[in-house]
């Protein structure tokens, strides 16, 4: 197989962080290179320096043997480099066809002064179909789920034609048919002569695709090779360097005091139903996407309208609260989305942060900057949020860290209940286990928790029950010790009938 991404003694410096360390990587066609790495490692920078969005301190790129120019993007984009991204490069407004052809319409008539939008259907239905990415050309960007914009973000990259694919994170959105489903797609780009970068941080999902690993831990390449030398146990090794976070957990039963409870909720895309928490209760919800997980969240955290029903917070009745009320009487939410619901990406750590409950920090009308950094330092702290630095603009950091922000600011204000979706989307192991320990100690301390997640295993780990929801409605619970597989697979996918 011959080269088709070179990168030569890449050094890159973030401020004063050096983010890469006289890096060389090779990508060949032909074959899928797994790029792995705790989050800070380098990895999504590495990507950004390949595809010239970042231009290197020092270091050279090849494409096919041709040198790049620093900063070329469309130079980059023209020798066949094509980069999905962890956060999402679409129009929200837009259809899926426009965001697909944007800035490569095919065109008709007198001087090719209209778009044919027959022909780029066509093309785009044939992709979709070709690999396997389902999506409707019409349907609206801001209205899809966080899985269908991703694959909308690959059917752009494909459509450009691109001959190296850059891959970040790519799984962390989709659940376990459509991780299969990805998975099959990305070997099939290697087959059919693509070189593939595939950035994940799930060994299992790796091991079994990859054809050629490159671990880096704090911006240096420490191992690199064929795929047969390595086992997952020297994989983790290599990434974490012998440090992990083991979760902390406990025994402590739940309490008696009800802190929500669901009453025949009825909203878009969701209902009737009805579910109650316990202080210091951990319950996780499952199915497959798009049934009525994201509209369950949204009407308990209210940025959804509830039609039907009520939702009671301890003994407030909070279903037609605003969101700012909710949180004041003690509801905290992590969206699945964190670019998009949040966090503020051009907002420092400490004023994201701050976010949480800014009221407490207002002194006089005025804002403490002051206080919002000392709050932050005990997030950072806490979390392990690295760079270390309150004063770093959020969305310049990695995806996991930016999650730990998320997820530390809405620990740290302590809510009486935590509805939180997706908690270690697009974390690598150490932070995953570290976060998984901070959200148990919390509910030790008498928070409820509320946990959405595609993955099973993290539900296993978190929750004490399991509940099912398919086509908007519970359809089964499970005790954490009976959520098997075999058990939660014909429940999501129609094996029971809807209680």
């Known amino acids: 197989m011959s080269e088709a991404l070179v990168m030569r003694q890449i050094t890159h410096w973030s401020g ?37 969005m ?47 052809v944007l800035g490569s319409e095919p065109r008709r008539g007198f001087l090719g002064l209209s778009v044919d939008r027959a022909s780029a259907r066509a093309s785009l239905c044939a992709l979709a179909s070709r690999h396997g990415l389902a999506v ?19 059917l752009k990259v494909l459509a450009q034609g691109a001959k190296v694919i850059l891959l970040d994170e790519p799984t962390a959105v989709l659940a376990g048919a459509e991780i299969a489903q990805l998975l099959r797609t990305v070997r099939g780009l290697a087959d059919a002569g693509a070189a593939v970068v595939l950035v994940t941080h799930k060994l299992d999902e790796i091991m079994p695709v990859a054809d050629t690993l490159t671990v880096l831990r704090r911006g240096r390449v420490v191992a690199t090779g064929p795929r047969a030398d390595f086992t997952e146990a020297s994989l983790v090794e290599a990434m974490v360097g012998g440090e992990t976070h083991a979760p902390a957990h406990g025994q402590a039963p739940p309490g008696d005091d009800v802190v929500l409870s669901l009453d025949a909720l009825e909203a878009e895309g969701l209902g009737p139903v009805s579910l109650q928490l316990r202080a210091g209760e951990s319950v996780g919800v499952v199915g497959v996407e798009g049934n009525g997980q994201r509209a369950l969240v949204e009407a308990i955290a209210g940025v959804r309208r509830v039609s039907r029903g009520a939702v009671t917070l301890g003994r407030d009745d909070i279903t037609h609260a605003s969101v700012v009320a909710r949180r004041r009487r003690g509801l905290g939410w992590v969206p699945e989305d964190r670019s998009r619901g949040g966090l503020v990406l051009d907002l420092t750590v400490a004023e994201n942060i701050a976010l949480g409950d800014a009221a407490k920090l207002n002194t006089a009308g005025r804002l403490d900057l002051g ?75 008498g ?46 996918l129609g094996g029971a009938e809807d209680r």
């Open 371 to 445: 206080a919002f950094e000392a709050e932050a330092r005990e997030v950072i702290d806490a979390m392990a949020i690295r760079p270390a630095d309150p004063t770093m603009r959020v969305g310049a950091l990695s995806g996991g860290n930016q999650q730990k922000v998320l997820v530390g600011r809405e620990l740290h204000w302590a809510p009486k209940v935590l509805v939180i979706s997706q908690p270690s989307r697009g974390v690598d192991l150490g932070a995953r286990a570290m976060l998984h320990q901070r959200l148990e100690e919390a509910r030790q301390r």
């Open 54 to 100: 970042v231009v290197p301190s020092s270091g050279e790129v090849t494409v096919g043997g041709r040198s790049l120019r620093r900063g070329d993007v469309a130079g980059a984009r023209r020798a066949g480099i094509g980069v999905v991204y962890q956060h999402f490069m679409l129009v929200d407004a837009m259809t899926v066809l426009d965001n697909v």
């Open 136 to 154: 409707d050309p019409d349907a609206e960007v801001g209205a899809l789920s966080v899985g269908e914009r991703q694959r909308v973000e690959i």
């Open 447 to 492: 928070m409820a928790l509320l946990v959405v997640s595609s993955d099973l295993d993290e539900l296993r780990a978190l929750t004490r029950r399991v509940v099912v929801m398919r086509r908007g409605k519970l359809v089964g619970e499970l005790s954490t010790v009976e959520a098997s597989d075999a058990r939660l697979g014909p429940l999501m």
């Open 16 to 52: 004063a962080v050096r983010a890469l360390d006289r890096v060389d990587f090779t990508a060949k066609y032909g074959e899928v290179h797994g790029l792995l790495g705790e989050n800070g490692a380098g990895k999504s920078t590495l990507l950004n320096v390949a595809s010239a």
